[in-house]
């Protein structure tokens, strides 16, 4: 097909690229311990670990993973925020020859339940705060491994020890649990270095990541990500990056967690690949300590979405920091507001590059060139190797400048649905394109935009929310008749979910619906609007019109 966006690429970027440098993400791992070792890989609240540092217990850690009996192609869920622990979990893991299932620790039982029984995890590495939650479930799934990590564990002497005192017994974060045969992440480590891993054979075609999403339609689904898939958008990213970002120079801010594949790609990988000083911050909902870090290193890099951004720029402290050193943000996750943007770059000097993907394609497809060729309000050109096309209902190719949906084809798309290839031909066809559910067009120089979305699916702060998954814990109240879920815009988080409700039993209100959401959902799927209505819009054969009640409540 044309690619009538390559006459625009900046100098240097190939229009296709070679991934075969490293049979596997692990090799490409162990190239940075090896290349980088001294560097700085990785810090968290003032702990730093060099990349020399992470190879070792990353070995260690794997060793202790196969001590357990764990064999290759066994899942294993990584359910932690920024910490130390995720990459030396992440990579040990793959070094072990397990699939990671990386998941939200924010999930409720129920929602953590799901993806586990999915996914056949037999092991889960989870942060302490969560494990609870845990417990209420894990009788009903297959794992018999658990190691719990603490947030101060690997901060070292005095300050862990303080940190985890204040985190459990003065700010009461983490809520008593009782799960039995428990290991501590450092345990673990320390027993895990008595043992030699003996590395996974791996090839590109291998499985190596489930990472979970509700895709285009439906509850959510375990992409199936394979080397080839991440080790080429890596390789993508990489020449995009070389534009402005330098080899051992950079310091890298990473708010977002490592646990969505936006950070998990741009944040963990991409930025390793060239020897990043990558920040983790544990909790970006905590804005001071975003500025904190900006005070205290020379952040030339950041990854974020749109409410990040839009929080930060209106904090004082935010506007009075030195940029002097900030090269870009790079956007996802969500589309960032113009109005954002244009502040952003008043304030800091610097662009937010705006960027698109899916978890499906690795996630990025496209992006907005590190420079000053990057266009306001679209979402760039396709990768090296990416094509893009705007197709109508009938998947039939559009001409430029037509609206209809978005379909990528690139090295970086799935393998696909994990047990579900029914789900996977909707949305992959026999040529390999991807329909994305995203309604777009190609501008006249290849750029694309993004108009609106075809599916019903819900963005709240950059995470996905799908309406039949709300609505199947709304009814299963027993004074719910019927119930749909729609978004509804507003300006904090891009969408909020509403449910229009016919109630079953009169005396039902809406704080103790929105009470019972919350005992069974993630805050960010939690309705935030309740109606109660006598009868819900329908078509002829009793399918609920959402499309109805979005333009009597848009």
């Known amino acids: 097909m044309d690619r009538p966006w390559l006459k625009n690429y900046p100098a240097g970027i190939p229009a296709n690229i070679d991934n075969t440098k490293y049979s596997s993400v692990v090799e490409f791992a162990e190239d940075c311990f090896k290349k980088y070792a001294k560097l700085t890989a990785f810090e968290c609240m003032g702990k730093k670990m060099t990349y020399g540092e992470l190879g070792k217990k990353v070995d260690a850690f794997a060793g202790y993973l196969q001590s357990r009996g764990l064999k290759p192609g066994d899942r294993i869920g990584i359910m932690m925020p920024n910490l130390l622990q995720y990459p030396i979990a992440l990579f040990a893991s793959l070094k072990a020859g397990l699939i990671a299932v990386n998941t939200n620790p924010l999930y409720t039982a129920r929602e953590m339940k799901h993806q586990f029984n999915d996914s056949g995890v037999k092991a889960v590495i989870i942060c302490e705060n969560f494990a609870h939650n845990l417990e209420k479930i894990i009788g009903d799934t297959d794992i018999d491994i658990v190691i719990t990590a603490s947030i101060g564990e690997l901060l070292g002497g005095v300050k862990g020890m303080m940190t ?5 017994s003065v700010k009461k974060m983490v809520p008593k649990f009782n799960i039995p045969n428990c290991v501590k992440f450092k345990d673990a480590l320390s027993q895990g270095a008595k043992f030699t891993v003996t590395p996974a054979a791996g090839g590109h075609s291998d499985v190596i990541v489930h990472q979970y999403t509700g895709g285009t339609t439906g509850v959510s689904k375990g992409a199936m990500l394979t080397n080839s898939n991440l080790l080429s958008n890596l390789e993508q990213l990489s020449h995009w990056m070389k534009i402005s970002l330098k080899d051992r120079e950079e310091v890298a801010l990473s708010p977002l967690p490592m646990y969505h594949i936006f950070a998990f790609s741009v944040n963990c990988l991409a930025m390793m690949s ?8 544990t909790n970006a909902r905590d804005l001071k300590s975003v500025i904190k870090e900006f005070k205290t290193h020379k952040i030339t ?3 974020g979405v749109n409410t990040l951004f839009n929080a ?3 904090q004082p402290d935010f506007k009075a920091l030195d940029f002097s050193h900030f090269k870009f943000a790079i956007g996802g996750g969500m589309a960032v507001q113009d109005a954002v943007s244009e502040k952003w770059k008043a304030i800091t000097g610097n662009q937010i590059v705006q960027g698109y993907g899916l978890t499906e394609t690795s996630p990025v497809a496209t992006a907005n060139p590190f420079n000053d060729q ?11 190797s990416t ?15 037509e609206v209809g949906e978005i379909q990528i084809k690139g090295p970086q798309v799935m393998k696909g649905y994990y047990n579900r290839p029914d ?14 559910g995203d309604i777009g067009m190609m501008l006249e120089d290849g750029f694309f935009k993004i108009v609106d979305r075809k599916k019903d699916m819900i963005l709240v702060s950059g995470f996905n929310v799908y309406p039949n998954e709300i609505e199947e814990v709304v009814v299963t109240h027993n004074k719910v008749l019927e119930v749909a879920a729609i978004g509804v815009p507003d300006p904090k988080s891009t969408e909020v979910v509403k449910i229009c409700v016919v109630k079953k039993d009169p005396s039902l209100t809406k704080e103790e619906l929105i009470a019972f959401c919350k005992e069974n959902m993630t805050g960010y799927k939690v309705p935030k609007h309740v109606d109660f209505l006598d009868e819900l819009p329908k078509t002829n054969v009793g399918k609920i019109l959402r499309r109805a009640l979005r333009e009597t409540n848009g």
């Open 164 to 168: 985890n005192f204040v985190v459990r």
């Open 274 to 281: 060239i020897g990043a000083h990558t920040v983790l911050i």
């Open 301 to 303: 890099f950041m990854s």
């Open 312 to 314: 930060l720029l209106n």
């Open 374 to 384: 990057c266009q306001l309000g679209t979402i760039g050109m396709p990768l090296s």
């Open 387 to 401: 094509d893009l096309r705007i197709v109508d209902e009938n998947g039939k190719a559009l001409p430029q400048g």
């Open 423 to 436: 789900e996977t031909a909707k949305c992959i066809n026999s040529e390999g394109w991807f329909s994305s």
